[in-house]
Structure formats: structure tokens, C-alpha cells
């Protein structure tokens, strides 16, 4: 995997820039604060709107790595990048409930597609001891993404009238990123093995610390979009504020992971990936119960952050030992990797049905409390060599 030959920053800053897209599938967390308002929906209701987006990541995860073993990575994105298209397309011309859950369906199987495509696509413009910190760069530039979403929700609401009409702008960009990759050379290493299989995949479950590793990424990304959607919820419900000014609360979630995962990338060139996850989680563990307690805008926000910050590296930290454990497996570990980010179609909807059954966002903590867990006993028992 490693190349014998330097890379341009030509071929690296395009497929950085699929990052960016990437970090779409965020908007959903806006989104359903707006669209619970907009349709009258109940939390339950609103909880499976993010499922819309990531349970594609369960269903199609491993026949996309099975695709790009076929066509190739880059191939593999294009694809990906049409299907967001389509669905950022589709609220321009018409917008109610069926559309809100299509858009978000569509945005989910380009994203997934693009996860599982696009992070293999980038061990093969950088060096593989490069690795963890290039992919922490593209981590840094989907919060970027991911962090303008409120904004721009935000300002369409006020400015546009309405908080949808920021769809279009998303569909001009993911326009601009797959014209600039479709321009871009780029040399793929290819797997000795030319055909996979599901099965072939789905068994490297059966290696401990895959599946140890597999279990953290679903933890990692209910953490976050967990966070995503509940952190406006606490702003409304603990303090009374209006619902566009608690979007911003988000903002802050996602300003405090950028720079998270822009700290952390020179952090990771420097420290080993444990150290960094163990420190980091034991940071998140302590405000994650700190959470629990404040009722303040200013507490609230706070630790917030801190959650953001310590988090905002950790999904990198995951899949980058993954694929340096078996870099020769890159399009099936990213495969079943990626598999685990429907941990953000699991833990919203269970998010919504404890804060109904708590009558408050307690309950939604309390689902967030145990992917933290989990990923702090994760932090200790990973293991970053190959031989068992």
C-alpha cells in the first residue's frame, strides 16, 4: 500500500475535497429539529429520519466494497456523488414529508457508497505512514462541511424563508467536487484477489479485533450524530431558546470537532493512536456525565464541546488501525468499517424512544452514555498489531 513514489497535491486536495460531501450526511441533524417543527412529528417520529441516511450504511457497506474491488475506487465515487446530486436535487422541485425522507434516503446511499470508496481512494494518493494523519485531514474537512450546515439551514430560514432552500446549494457543490475528481488522474493499487464475496467480508468478523474495532466505529458515529441531534433538543428544553437560535447550538458542536480533528491530525503524527483514544475518551466520559447535570446556555454549550473536541478524532483513530492491520484487505476492511456507521440508524431512533418514555432528552443521553462507554473499555483493550 505504500507508494515508492511521491504523490502531487494535484491528486491529493480532490479526493480531500470528497470529504467535504461527506460531511452531508450531517445535515440530517439539523434537519430533523426543523422538519419536527415543520410536520408536527413526534420525537419517535423525528428519531428515524437519520435512519433514512444511515441505515444504507448496514444494507449497502459491503456490496460497495465488493463494487469498487470491481470498477475501481474513483469509479466507485462517481457514483456516489450521483446519487447525492439527485437527492440535494430533489427539495428544489418539490418538498414535504415523502420528499424529506426521499432526499435524506438518497443523500444516505451516496454517502455510504462515498465512505466505503473514498477512504481506500485516499491510501493511494498519500503514504501509508502518512495514513492516520491524511485521514484525519479529511475528517477536519467534513466538519468543516458539517459544521456550516446549521449556518446555512439557519440563514436560508431566515434570509430565504425557508430552511429547505439550502438543498440546491448542496446539490451545485457536490457538482463542483465530482466534476473536479472526474478531472483528476489517479493510479489505483488493485487487490490481488479480483473477485469478493459477501461472505469473504463479512467474516473477518470473526477476527477479534476486527470486530472489537468494527463495534467501536458503530459506537463512534451514534456518539456523534447522537450529539448532532440532541444538542439542539437540550438548548430548547433546559433554556427556552427559540428553535433557529438552538440550531447554532450545533454549530458549536461542530466548530469544536473541527477543530478537534484539525488539532488532532498533527496530534496523531506524534503520539500512537492509543494513547490519544484513551486520554480522549476518558475527556468525553467525564462531560458526557457532566451533560447530565447542567441547565445553563453557557454549561450546556461547554461540554458540549469538550464531547466534540475529544470525539472528533476518534472515528479516524478506529479506521486507520483497521486498515493498517491488514492494508493488503483495504476495500473489505473499508467495507465492513463503514458497515458500522449505521450505529447513526440504531441510536436516534432508540434516542427518541427513551426521551419519550423519560419525557424529556434524558433518555437521549442516557443511548448516548452507552456508545461512550463502550468506546472508553474499547480504548483500552484495542490492539494495534497484527499478530493474536
Request: charged share 10%; glycine share 8%.
Amino acid at each position: 500500500m505504500n507508494r515508492s513514489h511521491p504523490v502531487s497535491k494535484g491528486k491529493v486536495v480532490p479526493v480531500l475535497f470528497g470529504f467535504f460531501i461527506m460531511g452531508f450526511c450531517d445535515l440530517v441533524g439539523i434537519s430533523v429539529t426543523y422538519a419536527k417543527d415543520m410536520f408536527g412529528w413526534s420525537e419517535t417520529k423525528a428519531g428515524f429520519l437519520p435512519s433514512m441516511v444511515f441505515f444504507w450504511f448496514l444494507v449497502l457497506s459491503v456490496p460497495t466494497a465488493i463494487l469498487a474491488n470491481k470498477i475501481g475506487r474513483k469509479n466507485t465515487v462517481m457514483i456516489s456523488m450521483l446519487f447525492t446530486f439527485i437527492g440535494m436535487l430533489i427539495p428544489f422541485f418539490i418538498f414535504n414529508e415523502i420528499t424529506c425522507y426521499l432526499a435524506f434516503g438518497l443523500l444516505g446511499i451516496g454517502n455510504t457508497i462515498l465512505q466505503v470508496s473514498l477512504n481506500p481512494l485516499l491510501t493511494n494518493v498519500v503514504k501509508k505512514e502518512k495514513l492516520t494523519s491524511s485521514l484525519t485531514a479529511g475528517q477536519f474537512i467534513k466538519a468543516v462541511s458539517s459544521f456550516l450546515g446549521p449556518l446555512v439551514a439557519g440563514f436560508c430560514s431566515l434570509y430565504l424563508g425557508s430552511w429547505e432552500k439550502m438543498f440546491p446549494i448542496y446539490a451545485i457543490i457536490t457538482l463542483i467536487s465530482s466534476a473536479w475528481l472526474y478531472l483528476t488522474r489517479i493510479e489505483e493499487s488493485r487487490n490481488k484477489e479480483k473477485s469478493l464475496s459477501f461472505g469473504h467480508i463479512v467474516s473477518l468478523l470473526g477476527n477479534s479485533k476486527i470486530l472489537l474495532l468494527f463495534l467501536g466505529i458503530l459506537c463512534i458515529v451514534g456518539l456523534d450524530v447522537g450529539m448532532n441531534i440532541v444538542t439542539p433538543k437540550l438548548l430548547i428544553e433546559r433554556t427556552g431558546m427559540e428553535i433557529e437560535s438552538a440550531g447554532y447550538g450545533t454549530s458549536w458542536y461542530f466548530a469544536a470537532r473541527t477543530l478537534g480533528t484539525f488539532i488532532g491530525a498533527f496530534l496523531l503524527a506524534r503520539v500512537s493512536e492509543k494513547f490519544y483514544f484513551r486520554v480522549n475518551m476518558s475527556i468525553v466520559l467525564l462531560a458526557l456525565c457532566a451533560l447530565f447535570m447542567v441547565s445553563t446556555q453557557v454549561s450546556i454549550l461547554t461540554m458540549v464541546s469538550i464531547i466534540a473536541f475529544a470525539a472528533s478524532s476518534i472515528f479516524a483513530v478506529i479506521y486507520g488501525i483497521a486498515l493498517q492491520l491488514y492494508p493488503e484487505k483495504a476495500n473489505e476492511i473499508s467495507g465492513l468499517m463503514i458497515t458500522g456507521v449505521a450505529g447513526g440508524a440504531v441510536i436516534p431512533p432508540l434516542m427518541g424512544i427513551t426521551a419519550d418514555r423519560f419525557g424529556n432528552q434524558t433518555g437521549s443521553l442516557l443511548i448516548i452514555g452507552l456508545c461512550v462507554i463502550y468506546l472508553f473499555i474499547c480504548s483500552f483493550w484495542i490492539k494495534t498489531t497484527r499478530s493474536s
